[in-house]
Nanobody, 117 residues
Framework: QVQLVESGGGLVQPGGSLKLSCAASGIVFSDNHMGWYRQAPGKERESVADIASSGITNYADSMKGPVTISRDNAKNTVTLQMNSLKPEDTAVYYC???????????WGQGTQVTVSS
């Protein structure tokens, strides 16, 4: 059974930082491209950042502040470090896994990030 479990969300003040983590099980982690997406109320889900199985990273323009994605293949985890958060970054953040060959895709249940004073 494939599981992607996100953690690290919460309430943070504008300008603050959060580190999201996603723990994967049931997949060969190193064979999967990993990504973070987010969905704000009333909006479509959008990509935030992804990291290929090779380690190559890609960042979307959706995040207004600095963001860093990283992966630990030994621990089957992918993290998203977000800094200088703004209220418009408020959303549910989802972890995504996509097999590098078969394109089989899995989603986590999401973690809420709220940026508010």
């Amino acid at each position: 059974q494939v599981q992607l479990v996100e953690s690290g969300g919460g309430l943070v003040q504008p300008g603050g930082s959060l580190k999201l983590s996603c723990a994967a099980s049931g997949i060969v982690f190193s064979d999967n491209h990993m990504g973070w997406y987010r969905q704000a109320p009333g909006k479509e889900r959008e990509s935030v950042a992804d990291i290929a199985s090779s380690g190559i990273t890609n960042y979307a323009d959706s995040m207004k502040g600095p963001v860093t994605i990283s992966r630990d293949n030994a621990k089957n985890t992918v993290t998203l470090q977000m800094n200088s958060l703004k209220p418009e970054d408020t959303a549910v953040y989802y972890c995504n896994a996509r097999h590098r060959i078969w394109y089989t895709t899995y989603w986590g249940q999401g973690t809420q990030v709220t940026v508010s004073s």
